[in-house]
């Protein structure tokens, strides 16, 4: 089940519909603060990349008022992009949610700790992907339907005009004009042939200004038409790439809570050594993100995931000719490419540079499983480590001319041997290893860079839409 | 399209129809006077389903005729604007051809006609395509969409495409 499609399905719809659309209350005045064209974009991007999430939360992580982001899902909901749920919980039961969203990213249990017996509202939402493809051929359908049909006049009342004495009928009257000695209508006032007026157009080009405002407006109707097949087409592309694709499922919250708290359940018991799962845990420098699908038979999980918001759900980041992680093993000769396209990634950063994103601020989970203790353990080793031999290493260079060739020899030598294995482990867990070092998500460095910029979003999109390459990931707070 | 409702009436009743049959005389009286009438308001009554009560009846002065409020359930026509209907062709000439749906007749103009369909006239005029394999004659049955209905007091009249995706000849009675 790869959601990357659907994702550039609903991010190219939401900037071909819904790019101008204000969503505020009515008794706003309409001034240049109030006005928000462009949120409409944002909370359906931030929405590909998340399953069910709590609209508060969405709102913190948005930093939008919840007034206004739920006002902008109510929109989205009728125009039956995004499902909602409402329910009455206690604090309790909005645990639960939070647990299961922990557990998808880490595969730990929250403490349920205190519990208040106070009743709330919470509100939901979630990408409807199935309703979305259809939502948007549909869409597609009506506006080429209507162009054409105006067009080709097609729901037009014929009218008839009579050569003799000029009277106009339509074809509302025809059951009055008919004669019965031939198949023609004919006038009533003079039983003139009445000739359908189009037929008249056609043989008198040029004509009266009437007809010039026909032409221009069917020039105008064409043009348009024209228009919307160029502007449209990279949606129109997208709807093609999906149309076989599984439509990714995350069923109603009740279904998608229970899946994910027995996910978490099963992936403390058997964490193991599969590195898929050791990786879940790596995420700490993004979005946690709760659980899809069903982890044991997910195996086309790969590099991509390193490309700037580290962690969706891990079966987002499936890319056709990417090796899977868990087959890169250590020493293993592999091109970027296969390791997980670092190249045409580092293209698209150029434009996306503030991508480095992390808009939940959920990384700090605490864990009392003991595995994934050492296992941080071991990360934050190897990253301290790997920051040491680059300040060593850099420090070598500077002394090379000065020379101390047994020194950094040795040194390099050493922790090179130590990068080998580093180095594979990182491709495990992020497939990302040319692109910020620095960054490495160590365990507890909650990057808490959050940037939104619009602008560089738009000419990440243009330039994903004049690319019209499909692996390219384009995407970003 | 078909509605169920119920609708109210005035029964003039000529005072020998009184009698202990009195409520069958309405009732007969009122499916005789409304059945097949069309309205423009609520289209065709195709049908009385039921009576829901008959008010007190009330005497004209110097007639002798009483006056009862009735109201009934029928079921109705009424045509509209963006509907496909199913019809038979009664009758086709070089404007287009005219189609029965019941009580509504449809004027097919032959600019709403499919392009690959030429007129042919003949003893029995016909739209047919180049190939000849779909033919439009009288009695033939069509699939049309009303594009325009004139609702006058007491007739409704519409107009109908075929040019349009599903549409056209749904059975040929010539090769059934
Ligand atoms: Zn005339």
């Known amino acids: 089940m790869s959601i990357e499609p659907f994702n550039r399905l609903v991010k190219l719809t939401a900037r071909a519909f819904y790019d101008d659309i204000t969503t505020k209350g009515d008794n706003q005045p309409k001034t240049s603060r109030s006005d928000n064209r462009g949120i409409a974009v944002v909370v359906l991007d931030a929405l590909t990349r998340r399953q069910w999430v709590r609209e508060e939360d969405l709102a913190k992580d948005l930093k939008l008022h919840s007034k206004q982001l739920r006002r902008t899902l109510r929109f989205f909901e009728e125009e039956k992009l995004v499902t909602r749920d409402h329910r009455r919980e206690t604090a309790k039961g909005a645990k639960i949610f939070s647990a299961a969203v922990a557990a998808t990213a880490d595969g730990h249990h929250t403490k349920e700790g205190e519990e208040k017996i106070k009743l709330h509202t919470h509100s939901y939402c979630c990408l409807d992907y199935a309703q979305i493809y259809d939502v948007v051929r549909y869409r597609l359908h009506r506006m080429k339907k209507k162009l054409k049909d105006e067009l080709e006049d097609k729901n037009t009342v014929q009218e008839y005009i009579c050569p003799n004495c000029g009277k106009r009928y339509t074809a509302l009257d025809a059951l009055r004009l008919i004669s019965m000695e031939d198949e023609y209508f004919h006038c ?3 039983n003139g042939e009445l000739v359908a007026e189009s037929d008249k157009l056609a043989a008198q080009e ?13 020039e105008k109707l064409k043009d348009m038409l024209q228009k919307m097949e160029v502007q449209l087409k990279p949606l129109m592309d997208q709807l093609n790439r999906v149309k076989d694709l599984p439509v990714p499922e995350f069923g109603s919250l009740q279904a998608w809570e229970a899946r994910a708290s027995a996910a978490a359940r099963s992936n ?5 050594n599969d590195p898929s799962k050791s990786s879940q845990g790596l995420g700490y420098g993004g979005t946690p993100m709760p659980f899809l699908g069903d982890t044991k038979v997910e195996v086309a999980f790969s590099g991509a995931e390193g490309n700037g918001e580290n962690i969706k759900s891990e079966t987002e980041n499936t890319s056709l000719k990417v090796l899977p992680p868990w087959m890169i093993k250590q020493g293993m000769n592999l091109t970027q490419e296969q390791r997980g396209e670092v190249k045409q990634e580092a293209k698209m950063d150029g434009s996306s540079a503030a991508v480095e994103f992390s808009d939940d601020k959920k990384s700090t989970i605490e864990s009392d499983d003991q595995k994934n203790i050492q296992d941080e353990y071991v990360k934050a080793y190897y990253a301290a480590l790997l920051k040491k031999q680059q300040e060593l290493e850099e420090a070598a260079k500077k002394q090379e001319e000065l020379s101390n060739p047994n020194i950094s020899n040795g040194l390099s030598g050493m922790s090179s041997g130590r990068q080998v294995g580093m180095k594979s482990k990182r491709d495990e867990d992020e ?7 620095e960054e490495a998500p160590v365990a507890g460095n909650s990057n808490e860079h959050y940037k939104v910029d619009l602008n560089v979003e738009a000419d990440a999109e243009a330039d994903a839409v004049a690319e019209d390459d499909d692996d390219v990931d384009w995407e970003e707070g | 399209m078909f509605f169920h409702i119920v609708m109210e009436r005035n029964m003039q009743l000529h005072p020998r129809h009184f009698g202990r049959n009195l409520r069958e005389n309405i009732v007969s009286k009122l499916m005789k006077d409304v059945e097949g009438t069309c ?17 007190k009846g009330l005497i004209r002065d110097g007639t002798g005729f009483v006056t009862f409020p009735v109201k009934y359930q029928c079921v109705v026509f009424r045509p509209f604007k963006g509907e496909i209907l199913e019809a038979v062709v009664t009758m086709v000439n070089k404007m287009g051809f005219f189609a029965e749906a019941g009580p509504v007749q449809i004027f097919v103009s032959n600019h709403l006609i499919p392009d690959d ?7 029995m ?16 049955e069509v699939r049309l969409k009303i594009i325009g209905t004139r609702v006058d007091a007491t007739e409704i009249f519409c107009i109908g495409t075929i040019k349009d995706d599903f549409l056209g000849v749904i059975n040929d009675p010539a090769t059934a």
């Open chain 1, 188 to 190: 009533e006032s003079c």
């Open chain 2, 125 to 140: 005029p016909n739209y047919t395509t180049s190939d000849g394999s779909v033919k439009i004659q009288k009695d033939s």
């Open chain 1, 268 to 272: 403390g018991d058997s964490n193991g």
């Open chain 1, 431 to 437: 497939g990302d290893d040319d692109v910020d070092w």
């Open chain 2, 39 to 55: 309205s423009g308001r609520h289209g065709f009554v195709v049908a009385i389903t039921g009576i829901e009560n008959i008010g």
């Open chain 2, 117 to 123: 369909m030429e007129f042919q006239s003949g003893d």
């Open chain 1, 206 to 218: 040029g004509g009266d200004g009437d007809d010039n405002a026909r032409r221009r407006r069917r």
